[in-house]
């Protein structure tokens, strides 16, 4: 399904994949299957919660089925404003740890910069959705600069994760300056890139911009492919051009009800991640974040999930199930003991 009709070499270029993104609800008409109701009810979301799709995400889902695992990571769901004057806006506890606008500092040998608050395709599940109402914006030199500074300024800090929003949205001179700045700070040994990008807009990932993420290794990659079908042949060559750069990649999944909620999809999802040679770092418990709670599965739900998965796959293809819980207490890993059959204690080989 190609939504606006572009050529061939329109649909590669990432810029016309970004320009040409779905914004308004009228855009999403021929997704709706003729439903007014809801298109109408896409709008009511909207007003509060915009929502920006690539051409290539949309193709992905299959505009009849109202379930699709693809669609309800993307499109409004009426059910976001069910919690809308009584949810949490941050969570984690971000706001109250950010020291200098645009990094926050939860742990004590690392911390996180904001790099740009625009995304490729808003993801229903964002644990940043207070972001949205402000618009894209382009920040300053001198916003990056402040941050520098503090890092500068903190020698416990050996590991910067530069996320967002996309930072791979940023124009690639910006990134590379704001890379090498990092870098160039003694006591940062190491550099991580969040980015959901190769899901959702993988030909972004092309050879001019693995060239500059090249250039500051060590550099990490952290990606976020929740369904098995986001794991595509252009996806994969996404992946495929940073690890070959020697860039590792790994995988950072959130457990969403109606997406990834039954052990056969994550057994699927994680299989093929493996096969890419993408490591399963995290499954997320859904973040109890303002407009997310139809995500929520139930914590028991996932560790009987993973308990079977641990007896059924190779260690290499598991992440660990965690909950990401306020402020400094970080990952709490969520595992229950091993099921005991015919007296033997099971695990992953």
């Known amino acids: 399904m190609n939504l606006f009709n572009g050529s061939q070499t329109e649909w590669r270029d990432w810029r016309w994949q970004y320009k040409n993104r779905l914004r308004r609800p009228e855009h999403l008409a021929e997704l709706s299957g003729g439903d007014s109701r809801l298109v109408d009810e896409w709008r009511r979301v909207s007003r509060f919660y915009p929502f920006a799709i690539t051409p290539y995400y949309a193709s992905l889902m299959d505009p009849a089925d109202h379930g699709d695992p693809?669609?309800?990571?993307?499109?409004?769901?009426?059910?976001?404003?069910?919690?809308?004057?009584?949810?949490?806006?941050?969570?984690?506890?971000?706001d109250r740890h950010t020291i200098v606008p645009g990094l926050i500092r939860?742990?004590?040998?690392?911390?996180?910069?904001?790099?740009?608050?625009?995304?490729?395709?808003?993801?229903?599940?964002?644990n940043r959705?207070?972001?949205?109402?402000?618009?894209?914006?382009?920040?300053?030199?001198?916003?990056?600069?402040?941050?520098?500074?503090?890092?500068?300024?903190?020698?416990?800090?050996?590991?910067?994760?530069?996320?967002?929003?996309?930072?791979?949205?940023?124009?690639?001179?910006?990134?590379?300056?704001?890379?090498?700045?990092?870098?160039?700070?003694?006591?940062?040994?190491?550099?991580?890139?969040?980015?959901?990008?190769?899901?959702?807009?993988?030909?972004r990932i092309n050879?001019?911009?693995?060239g500059v993420l090249k250039r500051h290794r060590p550099l990490w990659f952290n990606t976020q492919f929740n369904h098995p079908r986001e794991i595509t042949p252009e996806a994969a060559h996404a992946c495929d051009l940073l690890l070959t750069a020697g860039i590792p990649v790994s995988n950072q999944a959130v457990l969403l009800k109606g997406v990834n909620d039954d052990t056969e999809t994550l057994r699927e999802l994680f299989y093929g991640l493996q096969r890419n040679s993408v490591r399963p770092y995290y499954l997320f418990s859904c973040d109890p974040v303002k407009g997310v709670d139809h995500f929520q599965v139930d914590i028991r739900s996932g560790m009987e999930m993973m308990e079977q998965l641990w007896q059924q796959a190779s260690g290499l293809c598991l992440p660990r199930f965690v909950l990401d819980a306020p402020g400094e207490r970080g990952k709490i890993p969520l595992q229950r003991f091993p099921m005991q059959q015919s007296g033997d204690m099971r695990r992953g080989i």
């Open 70 to 94: 693809i669609r309800r990571q993307c499109l409004p769901d009426i059910r976001e404003l069910a919690d809308i004057h009584t949810g949490q806006d941050d969570p984690l506890e971000e």
């Open 106 to 126: 939860r742990y004590p040998d690392r911390c996180l910069t904001l790099a740009t608050n625009r995304c490729a395709v808003y993801c229903r599940h964002c």
């Open 129 to 203: 959705k207070r972001f949205w109402s402000q618009g894209s914006r382009r920040f300053s030199r001198a916003y990056f600069q402040g941050m520098i500074d503090q890092v500068a300024q903190n020698p416990a800090l050996r590991e910067v994760i530069v996320s967002g929003g996309d930072p791979l949205l940023l124009p690639e001179t910006t990134l590379d300056w704001l890379l090498s700045s990092l870098r160039a700070i003694p006591h940062v040994e190491v550099l991580r890139v969040g980015s959901r990008i190769p899901a959702v807009m993988p030909m």
């Open 207 to 210: 050879k001019e911009l693995v």
